[in-house]
């Protein structure tokens, strides 16, 4: 069996805020010991709410924050040892593709000049190779090659984020960072740009690690999916076990958000929800599991200790005490 293409094992992210002095103080850890696999050509979707820490783990893979323990192995190289940044070749291999289309594409820049940037700073290509390359990029993307010299600000938003793909398949990468790639589109769009990144995908056996808060939308795409909260990972497995047989009550709660089409079958999910999982501020305490002061299944053990990984029997582990095969409790209730 081949080595996957990324290994994140313990992963711990952590922002200071710096005294009068300098010195770090009141440190927050957003990442904490996070462990997850992505295999050559396939889909990790993260999921989670904001502030989960998903995007904290894109940036340390991504070099714009440095870890503050575990490793990152990317292609056979710890990128967690690289203090002075990436090196060229790494740089190359892992591309990004961002929230906002109508931030991350200079609006001084024609299309043509946008996609063969990366081509100018990390190949020797002449003026006339690097024309052809645009050509092609767009293509892939399914824009027209008269787009190649016009600017930004006239093409909407769904076109944006195809320009910023073409960009990032620029060099050929191994590895796509997608960071919440469709959030600030509409919904049509949405499955658009979806779509597309699927069909890329499968043409080019690229790897994309997902990061989006919409649980139906990561599972149209990936392979295996990821839970995080509070900078934990909760759940892992199988796109469809997970999307379909979610077993930590955190998972359970994202999927019941996921609108449904029939108005009857919405209200009576919400009237089930009700009394359910709680709003109440979430526990930042360093002991115990997490979610333990939202969940409607909450032991006494719960609050004392992190659960570990348990296996769930359809593939995957879940960070829970409800699925331990020798219970030494019941659940009480929250009220």
Known sequence: MSAPLLQIDDLSVTYWDRSLLGLRANGFEAVKR?????DAGQTLGLVGESGSGKSSIANALLGLVPPSGGTINFDGQDLA??????PPEIRQKIQAVFQDPYSSLNPSMTVEEIVTEPLKVHTRMTRVERHEK???LLKLVKLPETHLHRYP???SGGQRQRIAIATALALQPSLIVLDEPVSALDVSTQNQIINLLYERRDALGISYLLIAHDLALVHHISDRIAVMYLGHIVEEGPADRVYHQPAHPYTQALLEA???LDPARQRARRAERRGRVTTDMPRLSEKGCPFSGRCPHVMDRCTARMPPAFTVPDGGTARCFLLDDEPNE???SKD
Request: proline share 4%.
């Open 34 to 38: 996070a462990t997850l696999t992505v």
């Open 81 to 86: 040892t690289l203090r002075k940044g990436f």
């Open 134 to 136: 645009a050509v092609e």
């Open 153 to 155: 600000n006239e093409f």
């Open 258 to 260: 996921v609108p449904l």
């Open 330 to 332: 019941q659940g009480r």
